[in-house]
């Protein structure tokens, strides 16, 4: 309360227990008292009544949109009753800190009848500010002394803010703080007042109240943009307004004078705005400030970051223009490390810079601990922008360019050919910034590591079966090295391999060919005929020869390579070993066990010899060796040996190794020869989830997982599970390998066969001939697997009754076979035993029988006397001759087929019940047959004789 002018104030406390109150209120309010002296309780003579100050100085925009949440947070802030209420409103400069405190400040007027003071803290001297304003708006005089004692420019503030008229709330605004040592005098003290601070630095004080203010989200950028600019503009271009909006990184200030400047040309579409941006960068004049603006910020966007910049060491200068080289997305810290201290040492720390930039607004810390401890950080577009022109006049820049590349080679080398999900996920945080240095840096990238760039980003894609986004980067890398180095050089033929096998991946033969020739061609011509990349490149022409099926040209480059190795090489190598293996593998393909079985023994011994028992090609030579005794029905032989390879692969590469999932996959695939369902079901089963795991849903690798899982329950006859699955990989390998592959010839193949197996011959057919079409067309009319479509579509025939279409398929595919794989071949023997099955539903027995006994002789002669093909031979012969009342002739052949099965694939397997039973039923017929009296012999001989006259006259009249 006032009192009469001249009249002695009584309350006036002596000067030291008014310091320690002003001590006491300062500590309450957890403010430093600085310069603060005391309170001064001035009698005013005169006291005027005035209205309360309604001190904001810009009118704020009229385009103020998506900060209602931040309003209401603020409002929220600000209702503290037990002390001083200060908040800081803090971010990049640009983000709308002042216009919030604008509309704040207007829409809760109401909230402050004390009124509303507004202070610059970039301008002149805050208690010169408030001074003039409580003389001038207030009409008061604060004294100049007391008691003969001049007063501090902080105590005449503590006076006006003590004297402050009219009472209730009032809001005190500071605006566009630097620094809390340069406000702390003219913060005020009592309750009554409540504080907002604008600020670009984190945490002034940790007893303030922060209310970080980030960028608009999309959807009201847009807005934004729609209401300078209006709604049917955007509505032309909506995509265009999005896209504006995103390089503009949703800042208000950046999208309030595009805005404004869009609102000056109605000419200028957003497209070309957009373009115009991109080439101009923060240059262009649509983001500086003009004048005739009526708008609350000052400044244009570069200006506005130039503010924050000019705070800045030079440490901290330097990291953060080394940010500026990252692409626009998350950096992970470990990499700016590494990057600093090529350029600077190993001592050299950047924690201090971190917090720094973070402090002022210029990074967005990323939480990242799955990948590093130190995590990450963004940079808003436009700040990368102004940091990009800022590196461009930094003296010392090169040195940071080079270590950004150095260090992203370095890690580009570390992709391997066949990364697992793990190494995916890790090469996905550096995969935008290898970008950035293929796309605009590759010039500051050695000869010797030209390739890395674009080889590492390829695998990366690659591995995951992405095929098509593999492709560009293998053609970049093939493009610039031959453009850098000239069409004769190593690094060029290295690119041309790496595409071509891109190619033969994805079932390109026709493409990989000529680029395999030409590697094979540069090789030569560079390294001479006698070095080891010429293998190599011998090699890989082999290898796309095997998948097209031409075993002929694949041979002799497989015997060269092998000769070659041993003379570079000598015979102890294990790379001689390698080349002994593929051959091997050749001729298992081929069905040349015989010639087979030494080599892979050999290549076995060498591995074992040179590299040791642990050791993964150990463990591949295991795995091929058991491979060729599951085709000679050796099962005894070959299980120890994939269990040993499994072994072997989980010690040496780890449980999460594709190679791990492979044996796996071989060791079920025996149980499934051996009719051991159950033991191959769980494997299968978790090969799959141990590929989804590693390699992620979508992958080529899973889809082969769901087709063998969907093999086996076809076998069990539980057609139910089946299906869901060949149609889940079906669509899988279309999507991921495209409509033409051959693995999508192998899915169509396998569903049509199930749909056979329960009678949907109507929805088998299509499906068998769009395989063997495909396979025609991919692999060509002399391949092994059209061979496989021709006698599976035959076999529909067959089933349908539909005979006369079905010979010509199984004579073609029986030619085939014997010009692709030779007169020595398990698939010959399988294919005669077809085309006699067919003979003999047709009841031409006289042309089945050779046949029969040709491919029970064969298959005897490659695979042995008791292999499971052998016994189903002798069934099929069996049948024949019971079919034809040759029941002593059967029965023998029945019983060696049964005992081979009951040996070699146990009592329970399907194959062992079926010619049990068929032995069952032979015997029902042949005691039934049996005549009981001489009439009644002479009567069935007669009737044989009559059964044979019939099968002749029907043959007749068919011809």
Not at 43 to 57: E, K, M, S, V, Y
């Amino acid at each position: 309360m006032s009192q009469p002018e001249g009249t002695p104030d009584k309350s006036i406390p002596a000067a030291q227990p008014i310091r320690q109150s002003i001590f006491e209120n300062v500590q309450a309010a957890n403010i430093q008292t600085g310069d603060i002296h005391q309170t001064i309780h001035m009698p005013l003579a005169d006291r005027p009544t005035t209205t309360r100050l309604q001190d904001i100085p810009y009118r704020g925009s009229p385009h103020f949109l998506g900060r209602d949440r931040a309003l209401a947070d603020l409002h929220q802030a600000l209702q503290q009753n037990d002390r001083v209420a200060i908040t800081t409103i803090a971010g990049m400069g640009g983000v709308g800190k002042t216009e919030l405190a604008i509309q704040y400040a207007r829409r809760q007027r109401e909230s402050y009848p004390g009124g509303v003071c507004w202070l610059r803290a970039r301008e002149s001297s805050l208690e010169a500010q408030l001074l003039q304003k409580v003389e001038l708006e207030l009409g008061l005089s604060e004294p100049q002394e007391w008691r003969g004692t001049l007063l501090s420019l902080a105590e005449q503030v503590q006076w006006c803010w003590h004297n402050w008229q009219p009472d209730g709330l009032v809001l005190v605004v500071l605006d566009d703080v630097t620094s809390l040592a340069d406000c702390r005098a003219v913060l005020p003290t009592d309750q009554r007042f409540r504080v907002v601070l604008t600020t670009r630095q984190r945490g002034l004080d940790i007893s303030f109240v922060e209310l970080p203010l980030d960028v608009l989200a999309e959807e009201d950028a847009i807005a934004l943009l729609q209401e300078v600019i209006g709604a049917e503009r955007v509505a032309r271009e909506p995509s265009e307004a999005a896209e504006l909006c995103t390089w503009l990184g949703y800042l208000p200030l950046g999208l309030e004078l595009v805005g404004r400047y869009l609102g000056g040309d109605r000419f200028l579409s957003l497209g070309e705005m957009r373009e115009r941006l991109k080439a101009q960068s923060i240059q262009d004049a649509s983001v500086e400030r003009d004048a005739q603006y009526q708008m609350t910020a000052q400044l244009g966007v570069k200006a506005a970051f130039e503010l924050t910049w000019q705070t800045l060491d030079a440490e901290t200068a330097e990291v953060v223009m080394l940010l500026s080289l990252f692409a626009a997305d998350v950096i992970p810290w470990f990499l700016v490390e590494w990057m600093i201290r090529r350029v600077h040492g190993e001592e050299y720390a950047v924690s201090d810079a971190r917090r720094e930039l973070d402090n002022r607004y210029l990074i967005q810390p990323v939480d990242w601990d799955e990948v590093n401890d130190l995590g990450g950080c963004k940079l808003h577009p436009l700040i990368r922008e102004f940091l990009q022109a800022k590196l461009t006049e930094f003296v010392d820049a090169e040195p940071l360019r080079q270590a950004f590349v150095d260090e992203m080679i370095r890690i580009a080398q570390q992709m391997p050919q066949s990364p697992t999900l793990d190494m995916i996920a890790a090469f996905g945080i550096v995969r935008p910034h290898l970008e950035e240095v293929a796309n605009g840096m590759i010039d500051r990238v050695s000869d010797d590591d030209l390739s890395w760039a674009f080889v590492g980003l390829a695998r990366f894609y690659e591995g995951q079966g992405l095929y098509a986004l593999a492709e560009p980067w293998y053609r970049n890398c093939l493009t610039t090295t031959q453009r850098r180095l000239g069409e004769d050089h190593l690094v060029v033929a290295t690119s041309l391999g790496n595409l071509a096998g891109l190619y033969k991946v994805q079932g390109r033969y026709s493409e990989a060919e000529p680029l395999n020739v030409q590697v094979l061609e540069l090789s030569k011509r560079l390294l001479g005929e006698e070095h080891p990349d010429v293998v190599t490149s011998l090699k890989n022409l082999a290898s796309l020869y095997i998948s097209q099926g031409r075993y002929g040209e694949a041979e002799p480059l497989l015997i060269q390579a092998l000769k070659l190795r041993r003379l570079i090489l000598g015979e102890l190598h294990s790379c001689v070993a390698t080349s002994l293996n593929d051959l091997a593998v050749l001729y298992l393909f081929q069905g040349r066990y015989g010639e087979a079985e030494p080599l892979l023994i050999q290549a076995f011994n060498l591995r074992r010899l040179i590299l040791g028992e642990e050791h993964p090609d150990v463990a591949t030579s295991l795995n091929d060796l058991a491979k060729l005794y599951s085709s000679q029905g050796r099962y005894g032989e070959a299980e120890p040996l994939l269990i040993q390879a499994l072994k072997f692969r989980r010690l040496i590469l780890g449980e999460a190794h594709p190679d791990v999932a492979t044996s796996f996959e071989n060791l079920a695939s025996l149980y499934i020869s051996q009719g051991h369902y159950s033991d191959a079901e769980p494997l299968l089963i978790q090969i799959l989830a141990f590929r989804k795991r590693l390699l992620g849903e979508e992958h080529p690798d899973v889809a082969a997982s769901l087709n063998n899982l969907a093999e086996l329950y076809s076998f069990q006859g539980r057609y139910g599970e089946a299906e869901p699955l060949l149609i889940q990989a079906l669509k899988l390998r279309k999507r991921l390998l495209g409509e033409a592959h051959p693995d999508v010839a192998i899915s169509l193949n396998d569903l049509a066969e199930l749909y056979r197996y329960q009678g949907r011959y109507s929805e088998s057919e299509p499906l068998y001939l769009q395989a063997l079409e495909l396979r025609n067309r991919l692999l060509g009319q002399e391949h092994p697997s059209v061979t496989t479509s021709l006698n599976n579509l035959a076999l529909l025939y067959c089933s349908q009754g539909r005979y006369s279409e079905a010979e010509p398929l199984y004579i073609q595919a029986l030619e085939l076979i014997r010009r692709l794989l030779g007169e020595e071949h398990p698939a010959l023997a399988t294919s005669l035993s077809n085309l006699a099955e067919l003979y003999r539903c047709q009841n031409r027995y006289s042309e089945a029988e050779p046949l029969y006994v040709q491919a029970l002789e064969m298959s005897q002669r490659l695979l042995g006397q008791e292999h499971p093909d052998v016994a189903t031979r002798l069934n099929n012969l069996a049948g024949l001759y019971k079919s034809q009342g040759r029941y002593s002739e059967a029965e023998p052949l029945y019983v060696q087929a049964l005992s081979i099965l009951v040996q070699k694939l146990g009592d329970n397997h399907p194959n062992t019940r079926t010619i049990r039973q068929n032995l069952k039923y032979l015997h029902q017929q042949m005691h039934s047959d049996r005549p009981s009296s001489p009439q009644k012999r002479r009567s069935h001989l007669l009737i044989q004789f009559l059964k044979r006259i019939i099968r002749a006259l029907k043959r007749l009249f068919r011809l």
